[in-house]
């Protein structure tokens, strides 16, 4: 099982851009399915994206063209670019990862991290 930490959150305006990083320990990140989920408030938690241990990528409707997922397997860590940030983006940024290592929409973890907060202002 892998420990996942969060990170790259903050306070920004409407249009600028966010880098989140998951750092990951363990050396089986590689082939990890690796997700991230967030949650606004007053909402239920939903996915953003995911990317399989191959690489190949998957995006919730709403974020698509928005949001880049990718992952450095050298560096065990995960991240999450997200340009033109809009206020609805506003929520805790969740990392997870699946050892299947490959894409389900069905997948929702039990465990969580603390997560990144992102917050954006009008």
């Known amino acids: 099982q892998v420990q996942l930490v969060e990170s790259g959150g903050g306070l920004v305006q409407a249009g600028e851009s966010l880098r989140l990083s998951c750092a990951a320990s363990g050396r089986t990140f590689s082939g990890y399915a690796m997700y991230w989920f967030r949650q606004a408030p007053g909402k239920e938690r939903e996915f953003v994206a995911a990317?399989?241990?191959?690489?190949?990528?998957y995006y919730a409707d709403s974020v698509k063209g928005r949001f880049t997922i990718s992952r450095d397997n050298a560096k065990n860590t995960l991240y999450l670019q997200i340009i033109s940030l809009k206020p609805e983006d506003t929520a805790v940024y969740y990392c997870n990862a699946d050892p299947r290592g490959y894409y389900s929409r069905s997948y929702y973890p039990e465990a969580w991290g603390q997560g990144t907060q992102v917050t954006v202002s009008s």
């Open positions: 990317i399989t241990g191959s690489g190949r990528t």
